[in-house]
């Protein structure tokens, strides 16, 4: 009875094993975590080149985000792709000149991310990411140099925090995550050279190394995804702090907007796969 017992112990570890090796051997399905936001609040402006006074006013922005597990190490390695359209309209203190702006953003995430085995339900990511940006301040009220130009390509550090949790019964997603670069390169041309004088050929001196000494950003975004059956309402808050100092400007500008936006998980699957019951699922956020 007991080498029967030892019999069937060993052919059942063997099995299990076996469809272990075979489930780890299925490539894992990795969908695709895409949200939609509009965020709205304040915008706080300094730019010398144009004017030595700070502007105030609202700001509102599109994005579009797309998370997914890679697919060398879908466990541990997530990308983050994350665009945003910007805009910004500002008054002075006298509330009679008005600064407009426009700012363009793109930025590639690769985090590393790991769960604490004494809290499962939090994970925390870290990484690196590039971006580049493009915009423009525009001061109608200025005859010489009514326009500034902002540009930039910069890579830097990112991390995040995951949190799953229950209201009641609706599932919650819990994240921060800030964003820190830490060199590249900017625009900037010198204290009241004229933009007409750069389209002349003066063209020396307009692109400048970045560091967090001469070009200080620093993203923080915290959201809360609302798990509605198949898709998720996003609630949350962003706060954008930038600084730049060269070629005798200084800009500022602090921008504050609460965010709303919907979210949604998909699998792409290839007609030659097509479904396969033993494939697991590795999600990127959820």
């Keep these: 009875m ?41 915008a706080h402006v300094c730019d010398t080149y ?4 700070h502007y105030d006013g609202w700001s509102a922005a599109l994005g579009y985000e797309r998370l997914q597990a890679m697919r060398f190490n879908p466990q541990r390695w997530v990308m983050q792709l994350d665009g945003r359209l910007t805009l910004d309209r500002t008054q002075n203190p006298a509330r009679n000149a008005t600064i407009n702006g426009i700012d363009l953003r793109i930025a590639w995430a690769m985090m590393w ?12 990511y870290a990484g690196g990411y590039a971006e580049a940006h493009a915009g423009a301040l525009m001061l109608a009220r200025n005859g010489n140099n ?20 229950r209201i009641g019964r ?12 830490l060199t590249g390169a900017f625009f900037s041309p010198d204290y009241g050279e004229l933009y007409y004088e750069i389209y002349l050929g003066n063209h020396s001196g307009l ?38 100092k060269t070629s005798g400007i200084v800009a500022r500008d602090i921008s504050h907007r609460f965010i709303i936006g919907v979210t949604t998980e998909f699998i792409t699957i290839g007609r030659s796969r097509g479904i ?6 590795i999600s990127a956020i959820y």
Excluded: E
């Excluded at 991310?113 to 925390?124: C, D, F, K, N, V």
């Excluded at 609706?170 to 670069?181: G, K, N």
């Excluded at 950003?217 to 930038?242: E, I, P, Q, S």
């Excluded at 396969?276 to 699922?281: E, F, L, N, W």
């Design 2 to 42: 007991r080498q029967f017992l030892l019999s069937a112990i060993i052919a059942l570890t063997a099995f299990a094993a076996h469809a272990q090796a075979d489930t780890d051997s299925v490539p894992p399905y990795r969908p695709v975590a895409a949200a939609y936001t509009l965020g709205v609040g304040s």
């Design 50 to 53: 144009l004017t030595p006074l």
């Design 113 to 124: 991310r790991t769960q604490l085995p004494a809290y499962p339900s939090l994970s925390l």
């Design 146 to 165: 009514p326009v500034q130009a902002r540009a930039a390509a910069t890579v830097g550090v990112t991390a995040m925090a995951v949190c799953r949790a």
């Design 170 to 181: 609706l599932p919650v997603t819990l994240r921060y995550q800030a964003a820190l670069p």
């Design 207 to 244: 692109v400048h190394a970045a560091w967090p000494g001469n070009y200080f950003k620093l993203d923080n975004t915290l959201t809360a995804d609302l798990h509605l059956g198949n898709t998720a309402l996003r609630l949350g808050y962003a706060c954008g702090v930038f600084s730049s």
């Design 276 to 281: 396969d019951p033993h494939a697991r699922i």
